[in-house]
């Protein structure tokens, strides 16, 4: 909108007498005239003929006419100046350019006697972001503001990339357009949006601004529907509080559950940034794990808060945040929010260099399952981490010491506190023969101090009531034997791996076990010196690991392959549970394969095998094959351990997860997920399902010109828990590049 103001006001020193007499001077060549003076209000102008009607008093300048200015340029076929009238007009191609790169078209521009109003017919202004605002008449006030009529406003290009004219995708239109350069703004009167040259979407009152700053005003709204809220609309207002924060406030209306309110603030500065955000409302609730005919509905408040942050101190020192709390277990799922089933709240502060981590962290939890006590989920606080690596060798190898600790603590239930200290050495060699040999130590040492340990429902994780100590000694050998050649028009490269942990008994099953309680034998896990997650179990005894991998590289293709089993001297089930692969003194076979092929086909296959029967204890399958725009996955996951139903967090199921997209051309796609659980008795023995039980699936098409997004999905979700029911919904999606302020 600079521009326009910029192309009616380069017009003024038309009127100029000085300016005049100047193209009046019979010595000055006919083509071209000039005249320069140090005013602020005089222009540079040229132009090919300079004609003056002494009879009526009228300055006529013809044929590629510039006047240039204080860094805007006003350009045109031909520029009449009327000194009797007052009437200044300039016609044919004017195209007004702002020091800022906003440019302005029209016709032609009259400006009246006081040579500050004027009309412009035909106005197209391109505004600094792209965008295009048309009018077919445009008129300016002494104020500045602007008044078109007839006018359109659009952020989509009206040419194809071949340069040939085309409709935009979106438009808008209006009876009368005001635009305020105060407040750089532009108001509507009877607007529309047409979108594919159909008007749908009437916007009485809309308005927005046309510059690159943020501005406050109306979002665009969001629709949606499902079987269990029925129509939601979602409109969004927009607040700029200052450069560095906002708040966005979103007010939903639903027919069939009472209305929402919600509202995000965001701040940044040079230390860093935070966002909180928060819902509310007031409506009934159907208690979680409700089964058979439904009770009486609880009215009262519901909501949900999350906040999350980050904040640099200075080159080392670091503050994270992050908190999520709900007022009930299934206000995010009845809502549509989310689908998380438990919610995390932490505090960290951290400091790193090129050689230590220091590390004070907080953790909460909030339980959203069905059955899940609140008073059984920990709260860790304070959880102190210090590693430290020294720069100088130390008899050859790498060393790093490690200190940490860690209180959980329960409103009912176990109370545990721990505290270690390890050192660590790593000396690596390669012979001549090429085999790379490390030689590792480690040592740690360890206290514990637990209370109301009786309450914790599974016995092996309880450990003694009271102080204990633990000390852990461990020497390992790892060697890797690296064959490099030519094979299948690439190169492969095959190295056999062995190593051999040796580990002095340990009294594991004193100790508590907090955070190492899901044990799976797994490819990533096979050469580790604890197969443990977490710090509170530890492998002892001695054994040795044996494997073999396989990497060929070719052109556009490259496969990768990992095959391994481990032997344990004796046999240590007394703290690794059935099932695990882990438990007997030779391992379960663990392995993966990943093949690349050009970004066509991406594959991961991940497997356990049964050492005595060969049976698949692990089936893990990841595949995409297709292109960016058009794929297909599929997903599928078994785990068939045999693992007791005593043991939490091991627990067996099998799915399959399907998706994909096919882009139908430019700008229109389909797309569609889905989510199959097929566990059934052979996985879990208590299941009662069939082996064919759909969790969600979702259907939708789409387009996006990277100007108009829009799509339309539907989504079924099978799970009832409490007030949140299974059921349909549709979401409705509509997103206009630079408009929604």
Not at 352 to 379: C, E, H, K, M
Not at 464 to 481: N, P, Y
Request: glycine share 8%; net charge negative.
């Amino acid at each position: 909108m600079k521009s326009s103001i910029a192309l009616i006001a380069l017009a003024f020193p038309l009127a100029h007498p000085q300016i005049a007499a100047a193209q009046t001077e019979p010595d000055a060549p006919p083509p071209v005239a000039e005249s320069t003076t140090q005013k602020s209000d005089e222009i540079e102008f040229s132009a090919d003929t300079v004609d003056y009607d002494f009879e009526n008093d009228v300055v006529t300048a013809k044929g590629d006419v510039l006047l240039n200015r204080d860094g805007y340029k006003l350009r045109s076929d031909e520029v009449i100046w009327n000194r009797k009238t007052g009437v200044v007009e300039a016609k044919g191609n004017i195209r007004s350019t702002s020091p800022d790169g906003g440019t302005a078209y029209g016709d032609s521009i009259v400006l009246t006697d006081s040579l500050r109003d004027g009309i412009v017919d035909n106005l197209l202004l391109v505004l600094e972001d792209g965008s295009r605002l048309a009018a077919r008449k445009g008129e300016r006030f002494a104020d500045g503001s602007l008044a078109l009529d007839n006018a359109a406003y659009t952020a989509c290009a009206v040419t194809t990339e071949d340069g040939c004219p085309k409709n935009p995708s979106w438009e808008i239109k209006a009876v009368k357009v005001r635009y305020d350069p105060i407040k750089k703004r532009v108001s509507y009167d009877g607007a529309r949006i047409e979108i594919f040259g159909l008007p749908v979407i009437p916007l009485p009152g809309l308005s927005h601004p046309v510059s690159n700053e943020n501005r406050s005003g109306i979002l665009v709204p969001n629709l949606r529907f499902d079987s269990t809220n029925g129509v939601a609309v979602s409109i969004p207002y927009y607040f700029n509080l200052a450069p560095n924060q906002d708040a966005t406030v979103t007010a939903q209306v639903f027919t069939e559950v009472a209305p929402l309110i919600s509202g995000t603030f965001r701040n940044l500065d040079d230390k860093g940034a935070f966002q909180m955000t928060g819902y509310a409302t007031y409506s009934s609730r159907i208690p979680t794990g409700a089964s058979g005919a439904l009770p009486d509905s609880e009215r009262d408040f519901r909501g949900y808060f999350a906040t999350s942050g980050r904040f640099v101190l200075d080159d080392n020192w670091t503050i994270s945040q992050s908190a999520r709390i709900a007022s009930d277990r299934t206000f995010l799922r009845r809502y549509d929010i989310s689908d998380d089933d438990s919610l995390r709240s932490t505090i960290n502060v951290e400091r790193i260099d090129d050689s230590s981590y220091f590390s004070l962290a907080g953790w909460a939890f909030q339980t959203l399952r069905a059955g899940d006590p609140q008073n059984r989920v920990p709260i860790a606080l304070p959880v102190v981490d210090y590693r430290k690596r020294f720069a100088e060798p130390i008899l050859g190898g790498k060393t790093q010491i490690q200190l940490n600790s860690l209180a959980i603590g329960r409103t009912e239930g176990q109370d545990t506190q721990r505290a270690f200290a390890s050192a660590r050495w790593d000396l690596r060699r390669l012979t001549t023969m090429g085999q790379e040999i490390t030689l590792t130590g480690f040592a740690r040492g360890d206290v514990y101090n637990s209370e109301d340990n009786a309450l914790n429902e599974t016995a092996i994780y309880r450990g003694d009531t009271g102080w204990q100590t633990r000390g852990i000694v461990t020497a390992a050998l790892d060697v890797k034997w690296p064959f490099i050649g030519q094979a299948f028009g690439g190169t492969q490269t095959l190295t056999p791996r062995f190593q051999v942990v040796a580990t002095p008994a340990i009294s594991n099953l004193s100790l508590p076990n907090e955070d190492s309680r899901s044990v799976d034998l797994e490819d990533t896990n096979l050469f580790a010196l604890n197969r443990f997650p977490g710090f509170d179990r530890y492998e002892d005894n001695v054994r040795a690991t044996y494997g073999l991998e396989w990497n060929l590289t070719r052109p556009n293709l490259r496969i990768d392959a990992i095959v391994g089993q481990s032997y344990r001297l004796a046999n240590n089930s007394n703290i690794v549970p059935e099932g695990t692969g882990l438990s007997e003194r030779f391992s379960d076979i663990v392995g993966r394969t990943e093949v690349r092929f050009k970004d066509i086909v991406k594959f991961t296959h991940r497997y356990r095998l049964d050492k005595d029967s060969a049976a698949v204890r692990r089936n893990e399958i990841d595949a995409t094959v297709g292109s960016k725009n058009t794929y297909a996955q599929i997903g599928y996951l078994r785990l068939n351990r045999n693992i007791g139903a005593g043991v939490e967090d091991l627990s067996d199921r099998e799915e399959v997860r399907v998706g994909g997209r096919y882009q139908i051309d430019q700008y229109w796609s389909v797309f569609g997920s889905a989510i199959i659980d097929l566990t059934d008795s052979r996985e879990d023995p208590t299941s009662s399902a069939d082996g064919f039980e759909p969790v969600r699936h979702r259907i939708g098409v789409a387009y996006d010109d990277g100007c108009l997004s829009l799509g339309v999905t539907w989504r079924y979700d099978y799970d009832d828990t409490g007030d949140d029911q299974r059921g349909s919904t549709f979401l409705f999606r509509l997103a206009l590049r630079n408009l929604g302020v």
